[in-house]
């Protein structure tokens, strides 16, 4: 009886040890397992949290319709820009986003069309740009008033219908108030437009809210808040003195002073002439970067200036680098692309890319003749 009872002890003591055992082994895999689990999530985690991310910019210069190209693109259901600007598809496709001076207003035919010194686009221009690749118009310019409130209200509906950004010219103090912050590839881009004036059109009474003009002491407070809410701050400011080909000194002190208040990119129009690019050393060690004039990219200017047919596009390339809590966004580098504005009998218009344009009423000009005035020494 004390056999069987100790053999049915030892067998009970024998299997509980196996099943000590066998618990004692299967916590550690567990356990290891888990460990395993966790330091997987936790390197994945914090890989989805850092990043980089690269995006090209780009402006060009003066959309400025006088009667003379409104005209070449007329058909019988209207008008068609689109052969105009062809050429340069290619280019104007390449970055990510493109931002063009929209100068003379498009107020569309019900409005009466009219060329200088009082402008009136159709509206069919804006349907070629975005065809082209354009994918914002800054409208703050001197002939912003040309046609009233009725001209910019008009513009901007069209605008709206197309679903293309724009700012400069505003229909409602709300509308002016909302910053224009643009997603590029994970890089946010506030974009602020201002001019010096408005050819001496006054603005319709207790109605300021329609128009961006150059106001330092506001355009600081609007950089300041642009810089609370996106990575990179650019202004289009209209500014300096027709068909000059260096910048004056007013133009070169806005500039410093808005770098300083926080802007980083500056695309200068109304020259109606290419004026240089300088790179701006800020206080706090970053640099920003100017075009001082875009100059004319399609216009029907019939001025003795030869230089008012050249313009061009201008390429900045972003770098944003951090993690969802902290983040860098840097100007990696820039680079211009001249074009050629042909108008050889004054009446077929068309934009090509300077080094083509031989053939096209261009003379004793090269691409890298142009490229080595623009780009900083």
Same mark, same amino acid.
């Given at each position: 009886?004390?056999?069987?009872i100790?053999?049915?002890?030892?067998?009970?003591?024998?299997?509980?040890?196996?099943?000590?055992?066998?618990?004692?082994?299967?916590?550690?895999?567990t356990?290891?397992?888990?460990?395993?689990?966790?330091?997987?999530?936790?390197?994945f985690?914090?890989?989805?949290?850092?990043?980089?991310?690269?995006?090209?910019?780009?402006?060009?210069?003066?959309?400025?319709?006088? $009667?003379?190209?409104?005209?070449?693109?007329?058909?019988?259901?209207?008008y068609?820009?689109?052969?105009?600007?062809?050429?340069?598809y290619?280019?104007?496709?390449?970055?990510?986003?493109?931002i063009?001076?929209?100068?003379?207003?498009?107020?569309?035919?019900?409005?009466?069309?009219?060329?200088?010194?009082?402008?009136?686009?159709?509206?069919?221009?804006?349907?070629?740009?975005?065809?082209?690749?354009? $994918?914002?118009?800054?409208t703050?310019?001197?002939?912003?008033? $040309?046609?009233?409130?009725?001209?910019?209200l008009?513009?901007?509906?069209?605008?709206?219908?197309?679903?293309?950004?724009?700012?400069?010219?505003?229909?409602?103090p709300? *509308?002016?108030?909302?910053?224009?912050?643009?997603?590029?590839?994970?890089? #946010?881009?506030?974009?602020?437009?201002?001019?010096?004036?408005?050819?001496?059109?006054?603005?319709?009474?207790?109605?300021?809210?329609?128009?961006?003009?150059?106001?330092?002491?506001?355009?600081?407070?609007?950089?300041?808040?642009?810089k609370?809410?996106? $990575?990179?701050?650019?202004?289009?400011l209209?500014?300096?003195?027709?068909?000059?080909?260096?910048p004056?000194?007013?133009?070169?002190?806005?500039?410093h002073?808005?770098?300083?208040a926080?802007?980083d990119?500056?695309?200068?129009?109304?020259?109606?002439?290419?004026?240089?690019?300088?790179?701006?050393?800020?206080?706090?060690?970053?640099?920003?970067?100017?075009?001082?004039?875009?100059?004319?990219?399609?216009?029907? #200017?019939?001025?003795?200036n030869?230089?008012?047919?050249?313009g061009g596009?201008?390429?900045?390339?972003?770098?944003?680098?951090?993690?969802?809590?902290k983040?860098?966004?840097?100007?990696?580098?820039?680079d211009?692309?001249?074009?050629?504005?042909?108008?050889?009998?004054?009446?077929?218009?068309?934009?090509?890319?300077? *080094?083509?344009a031989?053939?096209?009423?261009?003379?004793?000009?090269?691409?890298?003749?142009?490229?080595?005035?623009?780009?900083?020494?």
């Open positions: 009886m004390k056999n069987k100790s053999f049915i002890t030892i067998s009970i003591l024998s299997l509980l040890i196996f099943v000590s055992i066998g618990l004692l082994i299967y916590k550690n895999s356990s290891s397992a888990y460990k395993m689990t966790w330091h997987s999530q936790s390197t985690a914090h890989e989805a949290k850092q990043y980089e991310t690269e995006a090209v910019i780009a402006g060009i210069g003066d959309i400025l319709i006088h $009667d003379r190209v409104y005209n070449d693109a007329k058909t019988n259901n209207g068609n820009f689109e052969p105009i600007l062809k050429p340069v290619s280019l104007l496709q390449k970055p990510d986003f493109l063009a001076n929209q100068e003379s207003i498009p107020g569309g035919s019900a409005l009466g069309l009219s060329s200088y010194p009082s402008f009136n686009s159709p509206h069919e221009i804006i349907d070629a740009l975005m065809e082209a690749g354009v $994918d914002m118009v800054t703050a310019n001197n002939h912003m008033l $040309d046609k009233g409130e009725k001209g910019i008009s513009a901007i509906d069209y605008y709206e219908q197309k679903k293309l950004p724009y700012t400069g010219t505003f229909k409602s709300e *509308d002016k108030k909302t910053i224009r912050i643009m997603n590029v590839k994970g890089i #946010q881009i506030a974009v602020l437009a201002y001019s010096y004036g408005t050819n001496g059109v006054p603005i319709p009474e207790g109605k300021d809210y329609l128009v961006s003009l150059i106001d330092p002491k506001q355009m600081e407070k609007d950089i300041k808040e642009a609370e809410k996106a $990575d990179i701050v650019l202004l289009a209209h500014w300096g003195k027709e068909y000059e080909r260096e004056n000194q007013t133009q070169k002190q806005l500039a002073q808005m770098m300083e926080g802007a990119i500056i695309f200068g129009s109304h020259p109606h002439v290419l004026q240089p690019i300088e790179w701006i050393d800020k206080a706090d060690g970053t640099k920003g970067v100017v075009i001082y004039s875009l100059g004319n990219f399609l216009s029907g #200017q019939n001025t003795e030869v230089y008012k047919d050249l596009m201008f390429e900045v390339t972003l770098k944003k680098k951090g993690s969802d809590s983040s860098n966004t840097t100007i990696e580098n820039i211009f692309h001249p074009t050629f504005n042909a108008s050889k009998q004054a009446s077929t218009y068309r934009v090509y890319p300077l *080094d083509n031989n053939e096209k009423g261009l003379t004793n000009r090269t691409g890298n003749e142009i490229k080595q005035f623009m780009l900083p020494k």
